[in-house]
């Protein structure tokens, strides 16, 4: 299944993202190519937080879920990364 190629051209990568909703038809499909995840907006006090939503069953999640830095509650740019 093949999403349709009319529409907005996608501004947000997906790539790595998958709806996790079990009675989507496009659960846990990672591939930018097919599933049917687009963005929706950005929030967060310190970093903004890329938030996505599946166009196939609504679900809204953020870009950080299953992620070491879900739960991330200080500015990305605060962290020494070694």
């Known amino acids: 299944m093949v ?3 009319g529409g907005r051209k996608k501004t947000v ?4 993202q998958a709806c996790d909703n079990p009675d989507c ?3 846990n499909v ?14 967060g006090e310190t970093d903004d937080i890329q938030r996505l939503i599946c166009l ?3 679900r809204r999640f953020s870009a950080r879920r299953d ?8 500015p990305r740019s605060g962290l020494n990364w070694r």
């Open 3 to 5: 999403k349709e190629l």
């Open 13 to 16: 990568d997906t790539e790595s």
């Open 25 to 27: 038809r496009h659960v």
């Open 30 to 43: 990672r591939n930018a190519n097919i599933h049917a995840l687009a963005g929706n907006g950005a929030r």
């Open 56 to 58: 196939a069953c609504g």
């Open 67 to 74: 992620t070491g830095l879900k739960d991330l509650k200080r």
